[in-house]
């Protein structure tokens, strides 16, 4: 893994994060007629967001077209992200339980938030090639840390990301909410649906069960 937090620093197929990125052709024409639409939304690949020397990194989906899209914040102006800072601020990990916009004056403590893929895909759908497109931006922000630092995947699809970032086989490590594997490179993964409206409202996923994977994951840092 890479040491230190200079953002120059890359692990081997790493790439820091550019906001100008118009790789995958799709999505870039998605975020074009976003701009269209929306001349004030952010509508452009978001960054990642957070406590530079975090020892945990959340890892989610993408941008919602009216959240992160909008705000240029993860999960910010969204549904999915009022249960998690809700329960970033329970667990002591944010300064308030609630982001509103990019410049409210919310700070996270020891963890940084971040997305498989970095721009809003029609549907909220990313294609598989998309995925792969935006690793490397991923594989950068995993080498932010050091072995034995934890990384909390917020669903299948940002759990396979980080899986694929760290050049292991999905077969190893299959997702499971709840469950904690030992990635190649020392880092510990920790797996949970996705906090998203569908599976909060199907009762999918309970605020309890969320509480208990963050639990999970900060006591693996020693936090409790």
Known sequence: MSAGLDDTSVQAGGRPFDGGCTACPRLADYLADARRRYPDYHARPVPAFGDPAARLLIVGLAPGYHGANATGRPFTGDHAGILLYRTLFEAGLASKPESVAADDDLRLLGC????????????????GAEVRTCNPYLVHDLGRLQPDDVVLALGRVAHEAVVRAER??????????????????GLQL???????????????????????????????????
């Open 112 to 127: 940084r938030i971040t997305n498989a893929v970095r721009c809003v895909p029609p549907a909220n759908k990313p294609s």
């Open 168 to 185: 292991a086989r999905q077969k190893d490590l299959p997702f499971g909410h709840g469950r904690t594997h030992r990635l190649p490179s």
């Open 190 to 224: 920790v797996d949970t649906y996705h906090c998203s409206r569908y599976n909060t409202q199907t009762r999918r996923l309970t605020p309890g069960m969320f509480r208990a994977v963050f639990d999970t994951a900060t006591a693996l840092l020693g936090w409790q």
